[in-house]
């Protein structure tokens, strides 16, 4: 893996990142989140998503066809910075989402950032129409949440926590706020966030203008086809600005860090 942006006036010709695949820790320092301010840690929201030559965000409604083994370590790691992984309802019924696992390359770290040993995973979901019976409600490390709004069947709410998920409200009637649902998870201690989509929740985060940085992988491949892009949902009045913080390449797939300009 090689850094391609940000670029130095002096290039270390004992430098070997670009023959080598990157150490955990190194990929853990490109990817660390801000600082705490001097009033402590307010909430950051990155995103992390991938997108062929051709923009489609998934490849017979995955993910994984357009990935690869290095983007899959960056995954990993971005989610073992992370207090949180928020996700769409419709994203763990299609991708098969399983509970987040401790691992010990980042249990030491973890521990001195005051974190849990794996985050929580919450899905956002207005109907709460889920299978309970999977892992991800009956055996995760730390308790599954679930983002909903204050009209939620009650019902559906009395299932989820007899299957010992934790339902949190974040929004008027069926609809979750994504505004509202940053704040619940930021009073709830999850101030490193991080979604994995899928795209209409990343549109629903766009829009309302909650998102501070997306991590995107721009796979070398075309697909064609009608595939989501990254984003989808309502469009934003005018186009949101970025500003690339970082760039890494590795076997022709581009690992991009784009934070709120």
Known sequence: MRRLFPVTDVTDATDDTAAREWSLAELAAAYAYPEPGPDGREPWLRANMVSTLDGAAQHDGRSQPISCPADMRIFGTLRALADVVVVGAQTVRQEGYRPSRAREEFAAAREAAGQGP???????????????????????????????????????VAAAERAGARVVTAGEGEAVDPARAVRALADLGHTRLLTEGGPRLLGQLVAAGVLDELCLTVSPMLTAGDAQRIAGGPSVTLPRRFALKSMLEEDGFLFTRYQRS
């Open 118 to 156: 794996a985050p929580a995973i919450a899905v956002v979901t207005a109907s709460l129409d889920l299978d309970f019976s999977l892992p991800l409600f009956t055996s995760p490390l730390v308790p599954t949440l679930l983002l909903t709004g204050a009209g939620a069947a009650p019902d559906r």
